[in-house]
């Protein structure tokens, strides 16, 4: 025979075990340092400058 397990601590293990995930996912999404921000802002305005810098001179509508 197995041994029974309480129904009530695995629930409560699984919904911690979700949590955690959760967090280690929002620490991955959300939890950049200052440097690292300002660094990927500086390199998203150089490529739009780059890209900008190398449109013709008319309007894209023409």
């Known amino acids: 025979m197995s041994t029974p ?3 009530n601590k695995a629930r409560k293990a699984r919904a911690r075990d979700a949590k955690a995930q959760a967090a280690d996912e929002n620490r ?7 440097a690292e921000r300002t660094a990927e802002q500086m390199r998203a305005e150089k ?3 780059l890209s900008d810098g190398h449109r ?3 309007e894209p509508g023409d």
């Open 56 to 58: 013709l001179g008319r």
């Open 47 to 49: 490529l739009a400058r």
């Open 5 to 7: 397990i309480n129904l």
């Open 28 to 34: 991955a999404k959300f939890g950049r340092t200052r």
